[in-house]
């Protein structure tokens, strides 16, 4: 089992940037496949990004509304995994969420696919 802490969240104007951290407990931190979702009041959470155990470019994944302008990354060292938010818009408000995914070989995009969870870190983004 691992825990989920995020942080870096707040507030920014539009076009400004934040990075987000999300911290995992536990000594396997490399076995997991590690994803961010955001959700909005009144809708379903979202995928943004995700990155396998290694971390691998080949294997980055990121939803088309942000692809271009976030970064995932990952320090198995460190334990943690990252993502770097630039040219932020206000339709990028929402809570962020850090999942990860000990289970499956392939990277998950859809919410099932990802067995625990973060709190969650609200960004907003001001015009």
């Known amino acids: 089992q691992v825990q989920l802490v995020e942080s870096g969240g707040g507030l920014v104007q539009a076009g400004g940037s934040l990075r987000l951290s999300c911290a995992a407990s536990g000594r396997t931190f490399s076995e997991y496949t590690m994803g961010w979702f955001r959700q909005t009041p009144g809708k379903e959470r979202e995928f943004v990004a995700a990155i396998s155990r290694s971390g691998s470019r080949s294997s980055i994944f990121y939803t088309d509304s942000v692809n271009g302008r976030f970064s995932i990354s990952r320090d198995n060292a460190k334990n943690t995994v990252y993502m770097q938010m630039n040219s932020l818009k206000p339709e990028d408000t929402a809570v962020y969420y850090c999942?990860?995914?000990?289970?499956?070989?392939?990277?998950?995009?859809?919410?099932?696919?990802?067995?625990?969870w973060g709190q969650g870190t609200q960004v907003t983004v001001s015009s």
């Open positions: 999942a990860a995914d000990r289970s499956r070989l392939r990277v998950g995009k859809a919410e099932s696919d990802y067995d625990y």
